[in-house]
C-alpha cells in the first residue's frame, strides 16, 4: 500500500516554461488537495477536490490549475512557471473522519520540490 | 489574509517540561480544528483534532484547548521528548465543504 505517491520529488524550471505535478492514491480516497509550503507561509491550500470529475479553489490558486479525471490522480499544472512558484508541493487524500471531532484526517505525500529559475 | 495565525514562529523547551503551541482564527464557520506535525523531509501527519462544539480533546501526552469567544486555539504536550521537535501546523475545516486551511507553523524544539 503505496499510499500518496508525488512525482516528481524534485524539478527545475525556467521561468515561462510549462509542468504538472502528479499525486496518485491508492487508498480509494475521495477528497484530495494540492497545498505549497513556503518560510513563514506555512501550508496553503492552492486547490482541492471532492470527488472525480470536481475541483474547487483553495487560497492560492492563481498561476495553477488542476485536473481530477480519474478518482485516485489529482494532477497540479503550472502552464507559465515564475520564480514566485519556487516552492515545496504537497498532495493529500483523506476518506477518514476523526471519530471524535469528524475531521478530515489527510494523508500526505513526502512533498516534490520545485525550482524556477 | 491569513484566516489561521500562528504567530510564534519557533518555540525552545526542555525536555519533560511542558510545550504550549498557539493558533488565532478569524472565521468562526469550520466545524473543526486540528494539528499536524512535521519533519523535515516529510509529508505533515495528523497529531489531534477537536470539534467546534467542544472545548478540550486529550490524547495521550497531547490536549487540544479550544476557546471560541476568543478564537484560540491551543496544543499542549506533557512531558515534552526530543522527539517531538518538529514543526507544527495548526488549521480548521469543513466537513461540508472539505476545505482545510493550515497556520504557518511553529518550530518546536525540545532540548534534552
Known amino acids: 500500500n503505496a499510499g500518496v505517491t508525488q512525482t516528481p520529488k524534485f524539478r527545475v524550471l525556467k521561468t515561462g516554461q510549462s509542468m504538472t505535478l502528479l499525486c496518485a492514491q491508492d487508498?480509494?480516497?475521495?477528497?484530495m488537495y494540492w497545498y505549497r509550503q513556503d518560510p513563514g507561509m506555512g501550508l496553503r491550500l492552492i486547490h482541492y477536490s471532492v470527488g472525480e470529475g470536481t475541483t474547487a479553489k483553495g487560497e492560492v490558486p492563481d498561476g495553477y490549475n488542476v485536473s481530477r479525471l480519474k478518482k485516485q490522480n489529482f494532477l497540479l499544472g503550472l502552464e507559465s512557471a515564475a520564480p514566485s512558484q519556487t516552492s515545496v508541493y504537497f498532495c493529500a487524500s483523506t476518506a477518514l473522519r476523526d471519530r471524535h471531532s469528524g475531521a478530515n484526517v489527510l494523508t500526505f505525500g513526502a512533498g516534490s520540490r520545485l525550482t524556477v529559475l | 489574509d491569513q484566516q489561521v495565525k500562528q504567530n510564534s514562529p519557533s518555540l525552545s523547551v526542555q525536555e519533560g517540561r511542558i510545550s504550549i503551541l498557539n493558533c488565532d482564527y478569524t472565521n468562526s464557520m469550520f466545524d473543526y480544528f486540528l494539528w499536524y506535525k512535521k519533519y523535515p523531509a516529510e509529508g505533515p501527519t495528523f497529531l489531534i483534532s477537536?470539534?467546534?462544539?467542544?472545548d478540550k480533546n486529550e490524547d495521550g501526552r497531547f490536549t487540544v484547548f479550544l476557546n471560541k469567544s476568543a478564537k484560540h486555539l491551543s496544543l499542549h504536550i506533557v512531558p515534552s521528548q526530543p522527539g517531538d521537535s518538529a514543526v507544527y501546523f495548526c488549521g480548521h475545516g469543513s466537513s461540508n465543504t472539505g476545505k482545510l486551511i493550515f497556520g504557518q507553523g511553529t518550530t518546536l524544539q525540545v532540548k534534552p
Open positions: 477537536i470539534s467546534s462544539i467542544k
Open positions: 487508498m480509494n480516497h475521495e477528497y
